[in-house]
């Protein structure tokens, strides 16, 4: 219940306080996405094909679920600049603001993905064989869509107040509680897929509770207090979140049209290609998840230091981030060369499957290390309240330059050539955004340390555009 010293001159402190609960939640994330397509493709006989079905529905679930992080990532920067000013109000209306936004999106999100869901499944790689079990595993977990979006977008504000393992046991209580009833659900009362996203959707609702007790609790920092909605709060969440919810839904929209190419160039072995895909994913999953809870987790002390002009913190948290960053993308890239044939034991047994992933996973890492830089300036920059670079940056990276290779590289080079589309994409986006760091970073800092008005106004009935 003791929160973090955003202010702290303690910045390598503060910031290892703020990430390493951040990594470790992102993992367990991971790791109970991984546990329940362990559990399906471990299934006697059918295993295989509710994998592959699985599989399909995950980039749809990913996309579902960003929802969470347009409002959450959007509103957490601007939620720690109003406590670096000491506006506590402030900081509650964007709360109540932020919990109104994710309620309407969760509700209007999981009606679209039910109404159309098959053919969103049949056009994100779906066969006639898989379509069963995606279709099963999709209707559950977009049903119980409103737990998973309003919990993940609620808990970054836990954060931005410095309750770093608070948030982190918000995703370790639905994760513990996923590993426990998946067996349950897909063995002994045999329920395949639909068992899992039973599994899945009951612990998103353990940990939405949990967000909530928290936020009303009287000892918690910034309450959780129900307020008419402001149209230009909501606005100002959004222009912040567009940056990281790209990020995060556009992963869903290249795994969709990777599947689809994989599908097409792929003949008859398509559904195989989608199987070693599902796996690949699951893996590289596990290095960009923990590396974005290290570039999102840390945006609370540049947050709430931007707001009380705290430069140089700024500048030497910036530098504890990148190299945060790089030591753990080298140690993942170390670590994916022995762990890679392990890793795809646990999904398949399977031995066409099996080398085509270890393939796979090493191609994936290709780009890893150069990654970093990536995730730690364009997360960096939105959390100094720059959504207009971030959002270049990230449409660059991932609609310009992964999607046009996951397109166009099949069809000169084959079906195998669709896992190359990663490394080219990472290391390009590195390049392009440490170079706009670096012009820009500067300039902000001198704007906002010579700045006369204050980022976010106290009158609540003439909120600002910037509120």
Sequence with gaps: MKAIDLGSKKVLFTVFKLTLPAMLAQFISVLYSIVDRMYVGNIAVI???VLA??????PVSTLINSFAF???LGGAPLFAMSLGEGKQENAKKILSNALAALAVLAVAVAAAAIAFRRPLLMTFGASERTYIYAERYLTVCAAGAVFPITAKGLNQSIIAQGYAGIGMATTAIGAAANIALDPLFIFVFDMDAQGAAIATVLSQFLSFVFVLTFLRLKNTKIRLVIR????????????LGISPFLIIA????IVIVANAMLKKYGGADGDMWITVSTIVQAFFSIVTMPLLGISTGSQPVLSYNYGAKNIALIKKAEK???????VFTSVMFAISFPAARPFVSLFTADTQIAQKSVWGIRVFMIGTIPLSFQYAFVDGLTALGQPQYSIVLSFARKVVVYLGCTILLPVFFGVQSVFYAEPVCDIF???LSTAVFLIVFPKVLRKRLSAQKDLL???ASAPSENT
């Excluded at 079905?53 to 995950?58: I, K, L, R, T």
């Excluded at 556009?250 to 929209?253: A, F, P």
């Excluded at 504890?320 to 790089?326: A, E, G, V, W, Y």
């Design 47 to 49: 295993g295989k094909d």
């Design 53 to 58: 079905g699985v599989g399909v529905c995950a």
């Design 70 to 72: 347009l409002i959450g």
């Design 228 to 239: 008419k909605p402001s149209a230009k709060i909501v606005g100002r969440i959004v222009k």
């Design 250 to 253: 556009t992963d869903s929209v």
């Design 320 to 326: 504890i981030i990148l190299s945060m960053c790089l």
């Design 429 to 431: 986006s590195s390049l």
């Design 457 to 459: 106004p106290t009158d």
